[in-house]
């Protein structure tokens, strides 16, 4: 910022102000860390974070914090000789001052021309065709700070890398949950063509799924059948199969969370790289 800072009219939130006046205050206050953009970004009207900063800004002064700049007075004055004082400030802040990034609400009904200028950088001082954002009659279009951008998509940027990460993570745990999937299915096969071959040789009906008693009931069936001491064999082998697919149960809910997992960070990275791409130039 070369031009020195003077306003025009006083700047207070009890009276109407000059907008040019309390853009180029913002500008100015925010270049000496004290202004800080509300959420929705800098826009050339007043808010309270504005009147904020320059109580601040007076109260480092030693001055008396009224919140108001008048031309020539002694608050004006302050700011000016901070900004001639500070103008050895960081380079990348001094690339992004007076600058904004255009944001429109993204739906159908923002108009062509601003469309257009979604998500480009404008500069507060050279207003495009019709003014800046939420200028123009019924534009809704704002101004989004551009150091606050930076930081957002430093930030977003990580938490891509992050979910990269886990998707990765995930990825190479759904691998062993499979593996061990099978394993216990493989196991349960196993386990119910030997009760299979059991229930032949003893030549008895095929157990009932939901028997309770297993030793009772075969008892009955091995008695008519002559074949009493196979019993245990076949008692335990029943066992062994019910056994077998419960740990087949809990391994396949296993591999289906784990493939849930893997979906759904697969889904929050392709949200956070395409939010990225939206907003980070
Ligand atoms: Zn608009």
């Known amino acids: 910022m070369t031009t020195r800072f003077f306003i025009k009219a006083p700047l207070a939130s009890s009276t109407h102000v000059d907008l040019d006046d309390a853009i180029k205050t913002k500008i100015a206050l925010q270049r000496l860390e004290y202004y800080k953009a509300p959420g929705y970004g800098m826009t050339p009207y007043p808010d309270a974070q504005l ?7 007076q109260r480092d002064k030693g001055m008396r914090t009224t919140g108001e700049v008048r031309p ?12 001639d ?19 429109t609400r993204g739906d159908s009904k923002v108009r062509s021309e601003h469309a257009e200028r979604d998500g480009k950088v404008f500069e507060w001082n050279n207003p495009p065709e019709g003014g800046h954002p939420g200028e123009a009659p019924n534009c809704r279009c704002r101004a989004e700070d ?28 759904l691998r062993s949950f499979r593996e061990n999937y099978l394993n216990h299915a493989q196991d349960f096969t196993d386990a119910e063509s030997h009760l ?37 064999v076949i008692a335990s082998a029943w066992d062994g199969r019910r056994a077998a697919r419960n740990a087949m149960e809990i391994a396949r809910k296993s591999y289906e969370d784990s493939r849930r997992r893997l979906t759904d960070a697969r889904m929050e990275l392709s949200n956070l790289e395409r939010k990225h791409r939206a907003k980070c130039i």
Request: proline fraction near 2%; charged fraction near 30%; hydrophobic fraction near 40%.
């Open 51 to 57: 009147f904020d900063a320059v109580s601040d800004l």
């Open 72 to 83: 020539g007075d002694d608050t004006e004055k302050a700011i000016r000789t901070a900004l």
């Open 85 to 103: 004082t500070n103008s050895s400030g960081a380079s990348a802040r001094a690339e992004n001052e007076g600058k904004y990034i255009w944001r």
């Open 146 to 173: 551009l150091d606050a951008n930076d930081s957002i998509c430093k930030k977003s940027a990580i938490d891509i890398q992050r979910k990269i990460i886990d998707v990765e993570t995930f990825r190479i745990e």
């Open 196 to 232: 299979l071959s059991k229930i032949t040789e003893a030549a008895i009906p095929d157990i009932p799924d939901d028997v309770s008693d297993i030793r009772a009931w075969l008892r009955a069936a091995l008695s008519s059948a002559g074949k009493l001491l196979m019993l245990e």
